[in-house]
């Protein structure tokens, strides 16, 4: 049962294989059984869980379910949810039990999904290896001595060790497909404003984006026609109409024009990286694709620019964690002053208090034009290298990451070497385009994946290509082992 796609267990609730209440009482014994070894998730919402279930059970009964009634999904804990706790992995939040749920959620319910809990995450989405979690590190299920990546790490790890079928994510700069890629798994980071963030705790506004995190191509397009769509709760929400993304699953790649940045093939990368990549893009070329070398100038910029642009909107965005409203709060504070800075002190892990000093730095009179107002300047020029080179091809092709999961511990004294694991994935977000990441390969027993990128609103068609890719080769089937 656990090794089943969404979709696959779509048609064995309506077939009556199983019901919703069974699957899901089969994933929360699985998670109480085995996610000690991997701390995917915060919180298990059991009872809560339990009660959609027998609820989708009667909608399916009744002849009015959709395609998503009764199937199980975990949530990353950045999004709220009403009665549950939203820690966002840190201690400022610990005890902060949302009013309220994320659009995202209340789409999810409003499908009759059923939660079965919120995942471990880096604190506030800040990280490229799910390490800076106040409650720990998750692990990586195809070796629990490596990170799953971050920031989405939790998510990544839940689905690939089959403790729930698929999760949501956040993409702040590869938050989705970094992870993915770390864990064998399939993620989507949608175009930005193309999935709402109303009710996900904001770490950096123009970069933030939602997106599924699934086994399959398939299924990511079933998350997303869920979780797409206009909101005016959300004010940075496109309002453009939302396609089916299962439509055009099968429409065949012949013709496809890929292109291949040479940019992405760096001198510190692993060769075994390159070199699977390489074989997948061979692989597109048997199915009637064409390629060609093309150039994205700016993309050893964009580490720069996005941590003087990323760290700034932080530094605003956390600036209402003070102690005052809600959240965590220092005990016994001698006057106002003393209550800002101990709260903030003791509620703030060390990468995020890294990140809030960088970008209020970075806005400081004296230093706004020398470094925010460049960096956004570089962020247009980014911008333009795609649309230059998305003139001339449908996608964009490359490897995900430049090395396959490290060790944990590995890169925690040296800040800019974990931030160079983005050096593929954060230029998207700058210029606010989708990308997905698909497994494609094993380096040393661990995935490896292939970063497709599309041009706005281009979902459809990256969903697609996946999705021909994954018929075609078997990557995306393959467990760690022992699960």
Same mark, same amino acid.
């Given at each position: 049962?656990?090794?089943? =796609?969404?979709?696959?267990?779509?048609?064995?609730?309506? =077939?009556?294989?199983?019901?919703?209440?069974?699957?899901?009482?089969?994933?929360?014994?699985?998670?109480?059984?085995?996610?000690?070894?991997?701390?995917?998730?915060?919180?298990?919402?059991?009872?809560?869980?339990?009660?959609?279930?027998?609820?989708?059970?009667?909608?399916?009964?009744?002849?009015? /379910?959709?395609?998503?009634?009764?199937?199980?999904?975990?949530?990353?804990?950045?999004?709220?949810?009403?009665?549950?706790?939203?820690?966002?992995?840190?201690?400022?939040?610990?005890?902060?039990?949302?009013?309220?749920?994320?659009?995202?959620?209340?789409?999810?319910?409003?499908?009759?999904?059923?939660?079965?809990?919120?995942?471990?995450?880096?604190?506030?989405?800040?990280?490229?290896?799910?390490?800076?979690?106040?409650?720990?590190?998750?692990?990586?299920?195809?070796?629990?001595?490596?990170?799953?990546?971050?920031?989405?790490?939790?998510?990544?790890?839940?689905?690939?060790?089959?403790?729930?079928?698929? /999760?949501?994510?956040?993409?702040?700069?590869?938050?989705?497909?970094?992870?993915?890629?770390?864990?064998?798994?399939?993620?989507?980071?949608?175009?930005?404003?193309?999935?709402?963030?109303?009710?996900?705790?904001?770490?950096?506004?123009?970069?933030?984006?939602?997106?599924?995190?699934?086994? =399959?191509?398939?299924?990511?397009?079933?998350?997303?026609?869920?979780?797409?769509?206009?909101?005016?709760?959300?004010? =940075?929400?496109?309002?453009?109409?939302?396609?089916?993304?299962?439509?055009?699953?099968?429409?065949?790649?012949?013709?496809?024009?890929?292109?291949?940045?040479?940019?992405?093939?760096?001198?510190?990368?692993?060769?075994?990286? /390159?070199?699977?990549?390489?074989?997948?893009?061979?692989?597109?070329?048997?199915?009637?694709?064409?390629?060609?070398?093309?150039?994205?100038?700016?993309?050893?910029?964009?580490?720069?620019?996005?941590?003087?642009?990323?760290?700034?909107?932080?530094?605003?965005?956390?600036?209402?964690?003070?102690?005052?409203?809600?959240?965590?709060?220092?005990?016994?504070?001698?006057?106002?002053?003393?209550?800002?800075?101990?709260?903030?002190?003791?509620?703030?892990?060390?990468?995020?208090?890294?990140?809030?000093?960088?970008?209020?730095?970075?806005?400081?009179?004296?230093?706004?034009?020398?470094?925010?107002?460049?960096?956004?300047?570089?962020?247009?020029?980014?911008?333009?290298?795609?649309?230059?080179?998305?003139?001339?091809?449908?996608?964009?092709?490359?490897?995900?990451?430049?090395?396959?999961?490290?060790?944990?511990?590995?890169?925690?004294?040296?800040?800019?070497?974990?931030?160079?694991?983005?050096?593929?994935?954060?230029?998207?977000?700058?210029?606010?385009?989708?990308?997905?990441?698909?497994?494609?390969?094993?380096?040393?027993?661990?995935?490896?994946?292939?970063?497709?990128?599309?041009?706005?609103?281009?979902?459809?068609?990256?969903?697609?290509?996946?999705?021909?890719?994954?018929?075609?080769?078997?990557?995306?089937?393959?467990?760690?082992?022992?699960?």
């Amino acid at each position: 049962m656990f090794d089943k =796609t969404l979709a696959e267990l779509a048609n064995g609730l309506k =077939t009556g294989e199983f019901s919703s209440v069974e699957l899901t009482q089969a994933y929360l014994k699985r998670i109480k059984a085995e996610d000690k070894k991997y701390n995917s998730f915060i919180t298990v919402t059991e009872e809560q869980a339990l009660q959609q279930a027998q609820a989708a059970d009667q909608q399916i009964a009744a002849g009015s /379910a959709g395609l998503f009634t009764g199937l199980p999904i975990a949530h990353k804990d950045i999004f709220c949810t009403k009665g549950v706790r939203t820690s966002c992995a840190s201690k400022m939040l610990d005890n902060f039990i949302s009013p309220y749920d994320a659009t995202v959620v209340d789409k999810f319910n409003q499908a009759g999904a059923v939660t079965l809990g919120k995942t471990n995450m880096d604190e506030f989405a800040m990280g490229s290896s799910n390490e800076s979690s106040f409650y720990g590190p998750s692990r990586n299920p195809w070796d629990t001595d490596r990170v799953p990546g971050g920031s989405s790490g939790g998510s990544a790890a839940a689905v690939s060790a089959q403790l729930a079928p698929a /999760a949501t994510g956040t993409d702040t700069g590869g938050s989705i497909r970094q992870p993915a890629a770390l864990c064998g798994i399939t993620g989507l980071k949608p175009t930005y404003g193309r999935v709402s963030r109303f009710g996900m705790i904001a770490f950096a506004s123009s970069l933030d984006q939602g997106g599924p995190m699934t086994k =399959t191509a398939e299924d990511a397009a079933m998350m997303l026609n869920v979780m797409a769509g206009f909101d005016k709760q959300d004010s =940075t929400s496109v309002d453009r109409e939302v396609p089916d993304y299962t439509a055009e699953l099968d429409r065949p790649l012949n013709g496809l024009r890929i292109g291949l940045p040479k940019e992405f093939f760096v001198d510190d990368m692993d060769s075994a990286i /390159a070199a699977q990549t390489q074989a997948a893009i061979k692989e597109f070329e048997k199915l009637g694709a064409t390629v060609k070398e093309v150039s994205l100038p700016n993309t050893a910029l964009s580490i720069p620019a996005y941590y003087i642009i990323a760290p700034a909107e932080a530094s605003s965005n956390l600036s209402r964690f003070d102690g005052v409203r809600y959240g965590y709060r220092c005990e016994n504070p001698v006057d106002l002053e003393d209550l800002y800075k101990r709260s903030r002190g003791e509620g703030f892990g060390t990468e995020v208090k890294r990140r809030i000093m960088v970008g209020a730095y970075a806005l400081s009179e004296g230093f706004y034009d020398a470094y925010y107002n460049k960096a956004q300047q570089i962020r247009r020029l980014i911008r333009d290298d795609f649309a230059q080179v998305l003139n001339d091809v449908d996608v964009i092709m490359g490897p995900t990451t430049p090395h396959p999961a490290f060790q944990l511990g590995e890169k925690t004294s040296d800040p800019v070497a974990m931030y160079m694991e983005d050096i593929f994935t954060i230029s998207l977000n700058l210029a606010g385009l989708p990308g997905m990441s698909v497994p494609c390969g094993t380096v040393n027993g661990l995935p490896t994946g292939l970063q497709i990128i599309g041009d706005y609103f281009a979902e459809q068609k990256l969903l697609n290509v996946a999705h021909q890719f994954q018929l075609a080769t078997d990557w995306h089937t393959q467990s760690p082992q022992g699960i």
